[in-house]
């Protein structure tokens, strides 16, 4: 991105995650404490959350301060910057980025082993992003087997990580 579109990117970009770090401060505040069962109200499972939620907020602030200075909030949308902005491929990658990750955390996951629907994820994310559709298969038949070992790899540690260091059971 251009140097002189970064304070509009970030006054955006600001907005955004401080609207995010709402979300989880809220959502994080809903969950159980399990003081009836008089547990330590530090040990409750929205603690952590909570303050990773607090702190995207306040780096949000601040990067949104920053950005206020430097004029950012002088977005100048017009019909052509719109345009513009939904033509570039960088915006088109993170659509792809957002349906696929919805497709699994909605679609895959809870539905089909965790091992096959993180497998399944991540080959199709590299893949997607890595295979060059003007080429031949025969010139970049790397990509492929790249995705393949990166999926079991990923989807193997991921799963190893959680069932024997914090002793979590994936569905």
């Not at 530090?42 to 601040?62: E, H, K, N, R």
């Not at 570039?88 to 993170?94: A, D, E, F, M, Q």
């Not at 079991?152 to 069932?163: E, N, P, W």
């Amino acid at each position: 991105m251009e140097e002189a579109k970064m304070p509009k990117a970030d006054f955006v970009s600001a907005i955004v995650l401080i609207l995010f770090g709402s979300a989880v401060v809220y959502l994080s505040a809903k969950m159980p404490t399990f003081r009836e069962m008089g547990a330590n109200p530090y040990s409750a499972p929205g603690i952590v959350p909570g303050f990773i939620g607090a702190t995207i907020i306040l780096m949000s602030i601040i990067m949104l301060v920053r950005s206020i200075i430097k004029r950012g909030h002088r977005l100048g949308i017009t019909g052509s910057s719109i345009k513009e902005f939904f033509k570039s491929p960088s915006t088109k990658r993170i659509f792809i980025t957002i349906a696929l990750s919805l497709i699994y955390g909605v679609g895959l996951l809870g539905k089909i082993p965790y091992l096959l629907s993180t497998f399944l994820y991540v080959l199709v994310f590299v893949f997607v992003f890595e295979y060059r559709r003007g080429e031949s298969f025969f010139k970049q038949y790397k990509t492929p087997m790249f995705a393949f070992v990166q999926a079991i790899l990923t989807s193997g540690v991921i799963a190893a990580i959680f069932r024997y260091a914090f002793l979590v059971n994936l569905p």
